[in-house]
């Protein structure tokens, strides 16, 4: 038997800090048309996956951007939430085979990072309305376009943390 050293997952060349999330982008676009979507992804289940791979099916690539720990508890989702750390949330995204690259934002929403990436598709879950979102109109001055995804029905992170710590 040969001692081999074990290297990172390949996975974890997705990650993109917010300073190289703009060149990794432009390096995507040139194998087409970059999706975007974002969210806190918290506790990874089949809604989010099947969400995440209709995503991916509309260009050529599919980049996440997660709310940072703090952005995520401004949401309101409760006091210790969320209950896996933003690099974990991270490394769970980017083992994902639908997504091309995973970067954060600390802000309450991720227009700027929009606004900075400039990516040809927004994304967002079929419960927003996608005409009254500030990143909606940032994506279509610049001659983007944005898309509403349907939930897959009888999936929610937080039903199932409930279900998880009171056996419902």
Do not use: C
Not at 8 to 37: H, I, N, W, Y
Not at 133 to 145: I, K, P, S
Request: proline share 4%.
């Amino acid at each position: 038997m040969s001692d081999t050293t074990l290297l990172p997952p390949a996975f974890l060349s997705k990650l993109a800090s917010r300073q190289d999330a703009v060149q990794r982008v432009a390096a995507l676009r040139a194998q087409g048309p970059v999706v975007f979507t974002n969210g806190v992804f918290d506790v990874l289940h089949r809604g989010h996956v099947s969400y995440l791979a209709q995503a991916r099916s509309v260009g050529a690539s599919l980049v996440v951007a997660l709310n940072s720990d703090a952005s995520a508890r401004r949401l309101g989702k409760g006091p210790d939430r969320p209950l896996n750390n933003e690099l974990d949330r991270a490394a769970l995204m980017a083992a994902l085979e639908s997504v091309s690259l995973v970067t954060w934002f600390d802000e309450d929403t991720p227009l700027a990072l929009i606004t900075e990436l400039r990516p040809d598709v927004l994304v967002k879950g079929g419960d927003y309305d996608m005409s009254k979102l500030a990143e909606t109109q940032v994506v279509l001055a610049y001659g983007g376009r944005a898309q509403a995804i349907a939930f897959v029905d009888g999936y929610s992170t937080t039903a199932l943390v409930k279900k998880i710590r009171h056996g419902q």
